[in-house]
């Protein structure tokens, strides 16, 4: 394999829940604003911490708004789902011998209290989630953080991910990228796509 560690995004990228995390966004913002937004204009958080989305919209009680955030997301669980292909690809990227990991901008107890429900999380051993690095996405240093834990050298490690914070993030960080544009749903100038998520196999196989 080109590849000894393919490290996964979450959402957009292993789960489809984007639904789910606009609408959540758009409630908790009406419950502390007063103010519906469009769901067009909350589609940056896609991808970054969720405090960080927080501070961009601006909005007082942080800690409380979070919390709520958290709370409306999780009656949207039905909604959310694997990107097809995704479990194939990681039962056959574990046969091959190659570690899987995750570097996500979730906080902990989220990705953890989610990620048993779709039956994936034993392919996982190393998890890097935001309170993991002082800085988030697009700096480096969740994927370093990964490195770090691991022993794994940049290019020994390919990173999956939908966004253009995913893609600066292993610049910066100097790992290979390729786009999950199953879940971005464009191309992203500069990056390596892949169309389905069993062609991340045949890209590790060189």
């Known amino acids: ?8 995004d979450v959402d957009g990228t ?12 758009q409630e ?9 937004l469009p769901l067009e204009k909350l589609t940056f958080c896609l991808g970054i911490p969720g405090m960080d989305t927080l501070d961009q919209l601006q909005l007082k009680q942080k800690d409380a708004a979070f919390a709520r955030w958290v709370e409306l997301l999780e009656g949207y669980g039905d909604t959310a789902k694997l ?15 190659v570690t899987l990991g995750i570097v996500t901008s979730r906080k902990r107890f989220v990705l953890e209290q989610d990620l048993p429900g779709f039956g994936i999380r034993q392919y996982f051993g190393t998890t890097v989630c935001e309170e993991d690095s002082l800085r988030h996405k697009p700096y480096g240093d969740p994927l370093l953080t990964y490195l770090g834990r ?8 390919l990173y999956i991910g939908d966004s253009i ?28 796509s892949c169309m389905h998520p069993m062609d991340v196999l045949r890209l590790c196989a060189g």
């Open 1 to 8: 394999m080109k590849y000894t560690h393919v490290v996964f």
């Open 150 to 157: 691991t022993g794994a050298k940049p290019g020994e490690v």
């Open 83 to 97: 990107f097809a292909g995704i479990p194939q690809l990681l039962e056959a990227l574990s046969q091959a011998g």
């Open 14 to 25: 292993l789960v489809d829940n984007a639904y789910g995390i606009l609408r959540s966004l």
């Open 165 to 192: 914070y995913d893609f600066r993030c292993a610049q910066a960080a100097g790992c290979d990228f390729a786009l999950a544009h199953w879940g971005a749903g464009k191309p992203m100038e500069g990056a390596v």
């Open 28 to 36: 908790t913002v009406a419950e502390f604003t007063g103010e519906t």
